[in-house]
C-alpha cells in the first residue's frame, strides 16, 4: 500500500515519441523518479493529455501524422493544457528549429542524443517551476475570490445597516408601509433612463446609480428626530408643526454626517444618502426646503427622490387623505412640472409610468386603497 501511495504521489510525465527505443530510453531513465506514460504519436498523445493532463511533456519533433510542433500548437489552443510544460527532445538541432519551438511555447529544447543527467535536471528545473506557479496561480485564485467574498459581504453589511436604519424611521411613522421600497425602486427606475440624458449622462454613471438606489432608503431617516406627537398626529398639521416637521430633511443629513464623524471618515456611498435626505424636498422653482435650492442648484439625486416621494405619497392612504389613483397623481406631476419638479424627470416619469405601476402594484401596502 505504501509503494502505491508513494506511486500516486509523484508527478507525471508523458513521453511522445515515435520510435520505440527511445521511448523505452526515456521511460528507463525516468522511472523510479516519476510516473511515466507513453505515446508513440501526436494523436495518441492528445488522447492522454485530454483525458489526464501530465505535469510535464517530453515531446519529439519529427514524427509522422502529427508533428511535434502541430502537437504543441494544439496543446496551447486548449485552456485545459495550455499551462503544462512542453520539452522538445530532438535531433533537429538548426537555431531556427530551437527558435520555432521556444516561440510555440516550449519551455526548454533538447538535442538528441541526449545527455542523461542534462534531461534529468531540466526536467527537475521545469517541474519545480510548474509548482511555483500553480501555487502562485493558486493564490491568486484564492485572493480575488476572497476579494469578491469579502466585497459582497461588505455590500450585505452596508445594506443591512440601511435598510435598519430606514425601518427605524419608518416603523415610527406606521401608516407608509412598503414607501421606502417603492420610493427605492421609482428612483431606480429613473436614473436608468435619464442615464443617456446629456444633462445627467455625467452624473448618472452605472457606480453612481447603485449608491444612489442603495441610499434612497434614508431619504426620511430624519423623521426619528420629529416628536411623536407631530409625526403621528392623525390629521393636517398646523403651520407651527409642519415647521418642525419639515426640520427632518436637515435631521435626516444631520444625523448621516454624525455617523461618519464618530467613524472619522467620509463613507462614499453615503455622499448620496445625505444628498438625498436633505434635498429631496427641495422644489425645482426654489420654494422648497429647508434651504430653498433652485434648479440645477438641487442635487439630481434629490430631483430623483422628490418626483419618487411625491408620486408616492400621493398613491398612498392616509388618515387624512384618500389614494389618488395612478392618472390623478401623474395629473399633478404633470401641472408641476417646471415649478415642484425638473422638467426633465417628468418627462422620464412619463417614460417609465408603467414601470411606476408595476412597482406600486408590486409593493403595495397590505390595507392600500385607490388606483394604482
Not at 59 to 83: C, F, I, T, W
Not at 115 to 127: D, E, Q
Not at 262 to 271: A, D, I, P, R, T
Amino acid at each position: 500500500m505504501d509503494n502505491v501511495n508513494k506511486q500516486n504521489d509523484k508527478q507525471t510525465i508523458l513521453v511522445v515519441d515515435d520510435t520505440p527505443d527511445n521511448l523505452s530510453l526515456m521511460s528507463s531513465l525516468l522511472h523510479g523518479l516519476y510516473r511515466v506514460k507513453v505515446a508513440p504519436g501526436g494523436p495518441r498523445a492528445l488522447q492522454i493529455i485530454e483525458s489526464n493532463p501530465p505535469d510535464l511533456i517530453l515531446l519529439d519533433v519529427m514524427m509522422p501524422e502529427m508533428d511535434g510542433y502541430e502537437v504543441l500548437r494544439r496543446l496551447r489552443q486548449n485552456p485545459a493544457s495550455r499551462d503544462i510544460p512542453v520539452i522538445f527532445l530532438t535531433a533537429k538541432n538548426e537555431v531556427e528549429d530551437e527558435t520555432l519551438g521556444l516561440e510555440l511555447g516550449a519551455v526548454d529544447y533538447v538535442h538528441k542524443p541526449i545527455s542523461p543527467p542534462i534531461v534529468l535536471a531540466r526536467v527537475r528545473n521545469h517541474l519545480e517551476l510548474k509548482v511555483a506557479r500553480d501555487f502562485l496561480k493558486n493564490q491568486n485564485d484564492y485572493l480575488e475570490q476572497e476579494v469578491v467574498r469579502r466585497t459582497r459581504e461588505t455590500e450585505m453589511v452596508q445594506d443591512v445597516a440601511i435598510w435598519a436604519l430606514a425601518s427605524l424611521a419608518e416603523t415610527r411613522d406606521n401608516e407608509t408601509g412598503n414607501h421606502i421600497r417603492r420610493t427605492q425602486y421609482y428612483v431606480k427606475v429613473l436614473a436608468e433612463y435619464l442615464q443617456a440624458h446629456p444633462r445627467f449622462q455625467a452624473y448618472l454613471s452605472p457606480r453612481n446609480i447603485e449608491f444612489m438606489v442603495k441610499s434612497a432608503p434614508l431619504h426620511d431617516i430624519g423623521k426619528v428626530g420629529v416628536p411623536d406627537n407631530i409625526l403621528l398626529k392623525p390629521g393636517r398639521l398646523t403651520e407651527d408643526e409642519f415647521e418642525i416637521m419639515k426640520s427632518h430633511a436637515r435631521l435626516g443629513k444631520e444625523a448621516i454626517v454624525a455617523a461618519e464623524r464618530q467613524l472619522g471618515l467620509e463613507v462614499e456611498f453615503l455622499s448620496f444618502a445625505k444628498e438625498i435626505a436633505s434635498t429631496h424636498h427641495e422644489k425645482w422653482d426654489g420654494k422648497g426646503y429647508p434651504d430653498g435650492l433652485k434648479g440645477d442648484d438641487i442635487p439630481i439625486s434629490g430631483r430623483l427622490m422628490a418626483l419618487a416621494d411625491v408620486y408616492d405619497a400621493l398613491i398612498s392612504k392616509r388618515v387624512y387623505k384618500a389614494a389618488m389613483t395612478h392618472a390623478e397623481a401623474r395629473e399633478f406631476i404633470v401641472k408641476n412640472k417646471g415649478s415642484h419638479f425638473d422638467p426633465d424627470v417628468v418627462e422620464a416619469f412619463l417614460q417609465v409610468e408603467q414601470a411606476f405601476q408595476d412597482i406600486a402594484q408590486k409593493y403595495a401596502d397590505v390595507e392600500a386603497e385607490g388606483g394604482h
